[in-house]
């Protein structure tokens, strides 16, 4: 029997088409999304679900989804996606994070030049019979400084298009290298320089922990007078009620945006100021946009479901449906590894080593080089899956490689993992016990056996007594129960390290508390997906 998919969202015709010429019977029911009950009686029927944003799959649709492979997203967001539930439910989530691109890197460039030169209110007072043309003196971007936040694929494509237009480009990304940033013609700087130069200043950022309200108060007030800002990334990035205020005094001359922390937004402090440019999240709504992201993914959900090909998933590896029984904890443990090493790293990464040893060496080395490149990446782009995250290291000039070598050693095989930066190396090994869990068996030279847990805190310090106690009682006298806990140590007075198990993640204060002891040369808190 044929597979079947659902299309419950506006797909472009030609897309709808890609699946029956592949021999795939489509239902195209563009306003079924909107209908969460009607979706959920009939979801039962279908192999793949075809989405944008309109169509919100819940856990109580995934619950009556029987049949369903996978749902394919014409799209980089996923947030109308119950990832975990689709996970447990056994349903590949797909996106298309590469189709947007062009279509929001011109978007911010056409809001640079509307607030630049007035251009809305200028357009508004015209249609009004005015004629202000004194009124709106704009300025000129050739010669300006543009401070670019985030250089990855659409931030690159803004610093490309800016230095067309003779700007100059300052860029700061944590992930980009001076050689990428040297190829690309822009200079790389840290966030309190490109604050303190830009007359423009353009985020392109996904919203992350790190990465929330970047332009804090704080920041906002370390920018250069009559600075310009153009949003078209994400809510949450900008405080936007200390930016209205910056407006209101004069500080910032004019800012252009297209998302907001609250959307739909309806009311916002940005909105009736002067010189504020606003757009409802128009980024990709661009005709060849929205034909791209169709194709895609009408491409690859028939892959899947003809095939068994797996082609930007955001919760499943590339593997083939022979490996995945075999490779399955071993994708696991190299995801593990590379999200400790991503989460450990700060600095630029120049260089990502991963050695396989023994029975791994044999194993689909590509698919377990893009679990610990997406490990390490997801910390800054939690949308960076399998597929996209080599792209997004290669990007940023960040060097893969790997080395295979036979069984050297206690375990039958393992995999280590090692960074380079421009001021360290950092690594981390691990293997899969008979047991199918993964375990840390090396960080930093230092032999450890430690499993995974969702919430951990790592420490390292000189090997000294009364660090246990330390950790014991400061832990204890703030509430955060140790679950377990696994030391390791190079020599006698030497390097040590600690791996505490807790369950949820050990707040700031009592990181500082346990700072405050001086005992200890790093604290870190650690998650890690260990569902």
Known sequence: MAPKVLVSDKLSPTAVQIFRDRGIEVDFQPDLGKDKDRLAEVIGQ??????????????????????????????????????????????????????????????????????ARQIPEASASTHAGKWEKSRFMGVELTGKTLGVIGAGNIGGIVCDRARGLKMKVIAFDPFLSEEKAQKMGVEKVELDTLLARADFITLHVPLTDSTRNILSA??????????????????????????????????VTGAAFDVFAVEP?????????????????????????????????????????????????????SVTAEEAQIMGPWVKLAGHLGAFIGQMTDEPMEAINILYDGVVAGMNLEALNCAVVAGIMKRANPEVNMVSAPVVAKER?????????????????????TVKTAKRERSIAGTVFSDGKPRFIQIKGINIDAEVGAHMLYTTNEDVPGIIGALGQTMGENGVNIANFTLGRADKGGEAIALLYVDDEVPAP??????????????KPLTFDVA
Not at 237 to 247: I, Q
Not at 510 to 521: D, N, P, Q, S, W
Request: glycine content about 8%; aromatic content about 4%; proline content about 3%.
């Open 265 to 317: 937004a309806t009311e916002n402090p940005l909105f009736g100021l002067p010189n504020v440019v606003c757009t409802p999240h128009l980024g990709a709504a661009t005709t060849e946009a929205q034909e791209n992201v169709a194709l895609q993914v009408a491409e690859q959900m028939s892959d899947y479901l003809l095939t068994g090909a797996v082609t930007n998933a955001l919760n499943m590896p």
């Open 46 to 115: 279908y192999d793949g679900l075809a989405i944008r944003s309109a169509t919100k799959v819940t856990e109580t649709i995934l619950r009556n989804a029987d049949r369903l492979k996978v749902v394919g997203r014409a799209g980089i967001g996923t947030d109308n996606v119950d990832k975990d539930a689709a996970s447990k439910k056994g349903v590949i989530v797909m996106n298309t994070p590469f189709g947007n691109m062009i279509t929001t890197a011109e978007h911010a460039i056409a809001l640079m030049f509307a607030v």
């Open 397 to 417: 000039g960040v060097k893969i490689s790997t080395t295979n070598q036979d069984k050297s050693g206690a375990f039958d095989g393992y995999i280590k993992v």
């Open 218 to 251: 704080e920041n906002l007030a370390k920018t250069k007078k009559g600075v310009r800002i153009i949003n078209c990334a994400r809510g949450g990035l900008v405080d936007e009620a200390a930016l209205a205020d910056l407006l209101k005094s004069g500080h």
């Open 510 to 523: 009592v990181r500082e508390k346990l700072a405050a002891t001086g005992l200890f040369r790093q604290i």
